[in-house]
């Protein structure tokens, strides 16, 4: 048969690696598979933006919202989190190794099947509570944390 070939029209993921963005409004943005690699997200709002498969790899983000955001299948390995706002995130399948969470909000945040180092996982179910508004899943459920 014929071959099939990429849509010509689909636009190439948005970069904005190596980027400066603090105080970016992202809110609610269509960022699927964007690439933010070692950005300094300082006090950026991402909250509720669709950014399944994104790439956050070794970015900053402090006192960043990201409430809300649809982070499935994203990169967030080697990131640092401070004082940011990851309530009802929803983290299924995401890669989080090597990331630092310090003073975030993690309500209703759904971590089913995402990678995380064990001394992680520690931390966030010292904090984890409700359950994420879309999938149903409560978060110390979904980070497999023990009573």
Do not use: W
């Not at 006090?43 to 006192?63: C, E, H, L, P």
Request: charged fraction near 20%; proline fraction near 3%.
């Amino acid at each position: 048969g014929a071959p099939v070939l990429a849509n010509p029209y689909a636009a190439p993921p948005l970069s904005f690696s190596n980027a400066e963005l603090r105080g970016h409004d992202f809110s609610g943005q269509n960022l699927r598979a964007a690439e933010f690699s070692n950005a300094n997200l300082e006090a950026a709002d991402f909250s509720n933006a669709r950014a399944q498969g994104a790439v956050f790899s070794a970015s900053v983000m402090t006192k960043t919202d990201m409430h809300g955001a649809d982070l499935r299948d994203a990169m967030l390995d080697q990131s640092k989190f401070l004082d940011t706002d990851l309530s009802d995130v929803d983290f299924t399948n995401a890669i989080l190794l090597g990331s630092t969470f310090e003073n975030v909000d993690i309500t209703g945040a759904d971590f089913t099947n995402a990678l995380l180092d064990l001394s992680q996982v520690k931390t966030l179910c010292k904090m984890a509570e409700g359950s994420n508004s879309k999938t149903g899943i409560g978060t110390r459920y979904s980070l497999g944390c023990r009573d």
